[in-house]
């Protein structure tokens, strides 16, 4: 080549955007953090989040996760409180589509990747999988400490004395543990986290499980993980177990399934009925319904079926009361 | 670290004469000293002994340094130089260690009531959860041994246990130092600390907190420090006394002869302002 | 390759076309017409948005409709895609073509005052006759100031317009520089674009996110300050309005160059017995944007001294005010709201079935005080926890 290059021949093209969106200083950074994470099972790993062409607090932090870590040959499922056709899940897994050229699917079972807001699929996911949970906010101590800086402190020296008198406290004014979604559990006997806002059904399904959770807070610009057979023990007193949410007795208007986490649907003449809240299993045991030869399409639940016990047996000391 | 077990035998009769003099201290603090700034002197050079089972007395006027030695003996605060041991706890200087180590010292060796329950408690909790966030900080996590814990501990400061579960700002002021007070006591801590724990509650309340105050003190046999500009209070509590002026200490001994036969003249100009 | 789509991607496709229907089309003309009759406008959504691209502003502003919170998410998510190829020589006052540099602090300055353009001293009544008129109102041009400028005395002041804070530091009032801008290596620069911020934050993380942060927020908490919540008195010591090329290393042939010429704002202002030394002398609040905006540069030049109190008020302190002033983050937040939230609800709404079924919670606690929320950790507010935490914490 003779001469010098001129800038602009130096410089990027005008109308050309990175493979996943994000420029790779961004990736390689995401999979860094993803990394360290992973090591450090449940510490909150700070990292830069850049801003992506989605509202931030609409899901940026686990996709930024998923973008670092899709290629062509992934195949996709985005759900958002278990729903895939939701217009933020169909919008993201749009989006994820456009600038990555995976595959996408709605079956639990068949994703590579699953991203979700407010939810754990309901089918146990393997050990070739990895889901992704888009967080609001990380950090379990908020309630207690809002200054970032005293509460990395109090993560530092495992001083979380403030969420168990929390606890107490509910006890003592309601006799009952009065938290919805967002129940902090315990990773590896180390650091308490937010397992995200999926209710209390879910988080049992972190426990140990096979597969590999990353949950990242864009606008918050956070990352933990609960490696594969990692413990997760949600805040429990010895005398007073954890509690998932009580739904016996409800069947899926849909699918006439039981014992899945449900949405309840109320009725304009009083009353509710209920929905199983992961669509994809839910059009599963549509399917089996219909399916003539007697074969299950469905995979196995971390909630039996029938009993509606938890996969791992003792983990739930509630099940027999 | 383990907690020491309070001697079921030991009563204030026997206790006192006995120790005081024979027995390695409770508490040993040497060349106590702190400034802030460049011009304030609060603390110059102090040392402090306590035996098991003994109460010792601090008195001087407010900037006199009392309550500086006071925080600097709960760790909430590092002096310049001095040293500081506790007996049977950790064999060294507590202020080497660190600030998760020393939390675990103040934890389960040290109890503290405050002349501002703002400072010792949480206000909008309930009164029990005050009690209990002690135990629960010293890894207890059975909801019922918390409740019976936070009971007993409000029924040795004589605190009505229909009221136990009432957030501290809803309650009188004497009723909050008796929550502070079963808090401090919550773990049979090694070391009590009031600072000024009467100041500013009406007289007949004082009364009868002091009391109580008297009376755990001789039930646990704990060693305990209290800090008051109030000769009633020191004279009602302290075995032994020592006189601050200056953040210097300028007279101490026995309670009862330092306040009857006063040798400095300040201690004097305190006593007859008393009288 | 299987693709799943569903009945929400049909909604969603037709929700954004029907957004853009009810508005005009624009074109290319139109794009550089926002640009040039609305520089403070694009100031403003560059500045928020961190990259200095009027052209790129005006587009975003155009295409959202003149919605400014996603005008500027549009050009701060096309700055994630860029990569930082070069860093540009530091930029230092010297350097500027100031064209408006007043201080409250003294009547007359070094180098003197120079009102430049400003609405401040004009007449707010609508133009209404320009509703019936086909004139155009005033020259419309973005070149037009610079050329003004060459052609007034103003360039040959430039020499000669020394910070005000200079002099008070000959003069002993302030104190030194810890170093001089030109020992600092731009790369050497920490980048909260790129780097995650951390509490307490280094200055120079501090100073970018006053930069970037959303002038409404920024105002709101520095009114607050200004109005009382917090004792600093400020008084403007400088502001300053200018342009100044940006200038890089050329990779190839070393040789430094000019990339183009931006629009700068900067404030400074004083305060007395707020420095950290023993001595009384005056402390110094900073803040500077890309582009002219001159309430964001006062009002954070507040917040940056009052940042630095030993005990600020609580929606003072950096934690607060480094966390809640992003554009981005803010309303990013605030309209996830309008996302689905059923399952959190649900479980929200089964623990408190749980509790009113079972009917033996605390019906009385004597106290006229909240209980605090249930179905959080909330029980006591974290000022609260802080304050009475002090023997466990």
Redesign the interface.
Known sequence: MTGHRTLSELASPNNGYSYAFLDEYAKRELRRKTLKAIAIPGYQVPYASRELPIARGWGTGGLQATLSLVGPEDNVKVIDQGADDSVNAANLRRFIFRVSACHTTTDTLAATIVQSRHRVPEEIMGEHQILVLQVPDPEPLRGVESDIGKSREMHGDGEYGLLWLGLYEQLVRYRRVTIGASYPALVHGRYVMSPSPIPRWDVPKLHMAQHLTILSAGREKRLYVVPPYTSVKPLEFDDVPFRIENQRGWTCRISGGSNKFMSEIPLQSGGAEHEISDTSYREKLVADVKRVDGTECAGVPYYDNETGHFYIGGFLKDEEL | MKNSEPDPNSTAEDVIPATVIEEKPVLKAVGLAKRY??NVVAVNNVDITAYRGEVLGIVGESGSGKSTILRML?L?EQPDTGSYELDGIYAGDLFKLD??EQ?AI??FHIG?VYQNP?????????S??NV???L??AGV????Q?RQAAETSFRASEFPLD?M???P??LSGGMQQRVQLAKAIALNPKLLLLDEPTTGLDVSVQALVLDTLRRVQRDIGTTMIVVSHDLGVIRMLADRVMVMRHGRVVEQGLADQVLEDPQHAYTQQLVHAKL | MYVAARGGEQAILNAEQLFHSLKSTFNADDVRRVESTMPYLIDKVMGEGSLYAPELAALAILYTGGDLYESVLMLRAFRSTQPRIAYAKTLVQDDWLTVRRISAAFKDIPGGQILGPTLDYSHRLLPLEMLDNERDHGPISSTLPVQMIRNSELLTRQASLPAVADWQRAEGLLPELPFSASSVSPDSLPDVTREPMHIPADRAVRLQLLGRADTGGILSLGYANMRGYGTVHPTVNELRLGYADVTITHPVSGEPFSIGRVRLSQAEIVTTFKGAAEKPELALGYCATIGWNEIKCIAGSMLDMAMDLPKPHPSHTEDYVLHHTDPVESSGFCIHYKLPHYVTFGSDLDAMRAVTAAGDYLKTTGASVPLGTPGSFSENAPNGAAKSGKELS
Do not use: C, F, Q, W
């Open positions: 700034g460049k709960n909430e600030r998760s939390r103040r934890v503290i703002h400072i010792g408690l949480r206000m909008n909790n309930t029990s959860g209990a966030e002690r629960i900080v996590r059975n909801y019922s918390l009221r579960d009432d957030p700002l809803a």
